[in-house]
């Protein structure tokens, strides 16, 4: 007995092809607006898709001119030291499908597979590579952007924001953090990113500066920083997720950094894709997703600052 088109595993098969083609254009467009990692952080896709490691070089620069005797052989010399760094590069992998009643149906009825099985598969690849990029991943020896290794972390001077009546040393607090980052280089940078937990972006947002002015906290200090005031440019500063926490003994964390691939960048030399779909059992056809990811390296940590307690 002949079996009707319809339930024939390759007409199947070659209909999921089709449809696939179609719906993975669509997907690799759309935008998540609450994936955080893509503007906090340079993503560096370059390099082999399959390269077990990326390998990287840091350099300092050291020596001082000073006076010397005009007949004097010891002259100062300036030098440059060199280190080695290595971040390893691992598979990750998240997928979709779809069964048998769902592809025969389409076929039956002359309508596309549904999409958001496709959309959610891409849509947890972000989720991955953000949780990865800014809380790391100890399974895979990774820190994040916040919670990198070698990072200084500061103590508040101005601890507990909430209970601060006096917003002046909010944003002396502020300011002190972009200040740190300018010490620490030895006056060479200076932070252009700020991250503040929710709740203490929510604060200076609604606060008014002072009983006189109309402008909040944040206005204030946007147009007042250290930062534009020097060089003329926007600081930019941002509330986001996961930083009411971040602190050592789990208290509340502000970072501050400079956002520059010299400084820190994430590594992705294969970004999300999906592979060719293949029928995985009788009534099933699945399509893989895979990525290859070598976490973040902050290759400057003086030049990202944390504090803690505010």
Excluded: C
């Amino acid at each position: 007995m002949n079996r009707h088109p319809l339930f024939d595993a390759q007409v199947a098969l070659g209909f999921v092809i089709d449809q696939t083609a179609i719906i993975e254009p669509g997907v690799y467009k759309t935008i998540y607006p609450d994936v955080q990692y893509r503007d906090l952080v340079p993503v560096d896709t370059s390099g082999s898709e399959f390269a077990t490691s990326v390998v990287y070089y840091s350099s300092d620069q050291y020596g001082k001119a000073d006076w010397i005797n005009g007949n004097s052989d010891d002259i100062p010399k300036a030098g440059t030291s060199r280190a080695q760094h290595q971040t390893g590069v691992h598979t990750g992998g998240i997928g979709y499908g779809y069964g048998w009643e769902e592809v025969g149906r389409a076929q039956l009825l002359g309508i596309n597979l549904q999409s958001e099985d496709a959309d959610a598969a891409r849509r947890a690849s972000e989720e991955m590579v953000d949780r990865v990029a800014l809380l790391g991943d100890a399974t895979k020896g990774f820190t994040g952007l916040f919670n990198a290794a070698g990072v200084t972390a500061y103590a508040a001077t101005t601890g507990n924001w909430n209970g601060s009546t006096d917003t002046s040393l909010i944003v002396a607090e502020l300011n002190s953090s972009l200040i740190n980052v300018f010490n620490g280089t030895n006056t060479a940078s200076m932070a252009d990113t700020l991250l503040l937990p929710w709740t203490k972006y929510q604060l200076i947002a609604t606060r008014r500066m002072s009983d006189q002015s109309d402008m909040t906290v944040l206005q204030w200090f946007l147009a007042n920083n250290i930062y534009t005031v020097q060089f003329g440019r926007p600081l930019t500063i941002r509330g986001q997720r996961g930083l009411d926490t971040a602190g050592v003994g789990g208290v509340p964390r502000l970072v501050a950094y400079r956002n520059d691939p010299r400084v820190l960048k994430l590594h992705m030399p294969m970004p999300h894709r999906f592979l060719p779909v293949y029928q995985s059992g009788p009534l099933r056809w699945d399509v893989p997703g895979v990525m290859r990811l070598g976490g973040l390296d902050v290759r400057l940590p003086k030049e990202v600052v944390y504090v803690d307690g505010i």
